[in-house]
């Protein structure tokens, strides 16, 4: 039987995730690059997102986040804008929640972006919770 030569398996491999713990310095955009909100993922490391400069662009994760940061609808990135194509990017930045709020306090972002939320107001609640039905009279449930 041949001996084991290597250093260990799966749970080896995936690593400890400590950098959720400690408060990492807020990163600004600079040129070249532009805050953008992801509207969906698309598959095979893309996703479309609204860039704040208004235009909507195809957005490509880069290798070194790829299935380490997992990016969502929704969530603000910090892309890198391409000379040579100008409806394509580069995620090269994922901001987490309390970032992307810090971003909107200090004027980074536009007032009418809106955070915590996934895109298509899926988390906003009715106030009349009676009008999920439909009443029908018994007339009506004949004709159907």
Partial sequence: MPKNKGK???NRKRGKNEADDEKREL???EDGQEYAQVLRMLGNG???AMCIDGSKRLCHIRGKM???VWIAAGDIILVGLRDYQDDKADVIFKYMPDEARLLKAYGELPENIRLN???G???EEDEG???DYIEFEDED???I
């Fill in 8 to 10: 260990g398996g799966k």
């Fill in 27 to 29: 990163v600004f955009k």
């Fill in 46 to 48: 893309r996703c479309e």
């Fill in 66 to 68: 790829h299935k380490k």
């Fill in 117 to 119: 939320e996934g895109i």
């Fill in 121 to 123: 107001g899926l988390d």
């Fill in 129 to 131: 919770g009676a009008d």
């Fill in 141 to 143: 449930i004949d004709k």
